[in-house]
């Protein structure tokens, strides 16, 4: 199974995508889309919706997950940030994909054991369990790619209680 975990934002976008055989995920690719910031909110979201479109055309993914919003953050910032949100669960609702949706503390506990893990012990994590040779950077692109793992390990705790 193919699995592409998004960190949404309107900045910066991290996508991380994985492959899973059994219990154990491997790393297929990750990065960021940047929106160009001069440009109009409509724009900057139609970067994020193609870019995605984009990934899931060449990459192929099984199944989409994505980190819900912040509730830390203040309203602007929130609704900024469901903006970028709204635009990747669109994309992946047109592909068909099943979605996952992950609160950060969920993400955090999934991949550290601490639901209130710094964003270094994230991507340290994330580099052990993928066996890469250097924590991924940016944070962003690690981030979403804790966003797939979390989504793998409930995919397989479903499976668990179910199958």
């Known amino acids: 199974m193919r699995i592409l975990g998004i960190d949404p934002g309107i900045r910066c976008t991290g996508f991380g995508i994985i492959s899973t055989e059994g219990s154990q995920p491997a790393l297929i690719d990750f990065g960021t889309i940047k929106p160009p910031v001069d440009e109009s909110m409509g724009a900057r979201l139609a970067v994020i919706y193609d870019d995605i479109s984009q990934l899931i055309g060449s990459f192929k993914p099984d199944e989409f997950a994505i980190e819900e919003v912040f509730r830390g953050v203040n309203s602007r910032s929130a609704l900024i940030l469901g903006q970028a949100r709204g635009a990747a669960l669109l994309c992946a609702a047109r592909h068909k994909l ?20 710094s964003k270094e012990q994230v991507q340290y994590m994330v580099q052990r369990i993928l066996g890469l040779n250097a924590p991924p950077a940016p944070a962003d692109a690690a981030d979403a790619l804790a966003v797939a793992i979390c989504h793998h390990q409930q995919y397989i705790m479903h499976q668990g209680v179910t199958g």
């Open 98 to 117: 099943p979605i996952g949706e992950y609160a950060p503390r969920k993400i955090k506990a999934a991949t550290t054991g601490n639901g209130n893990a």
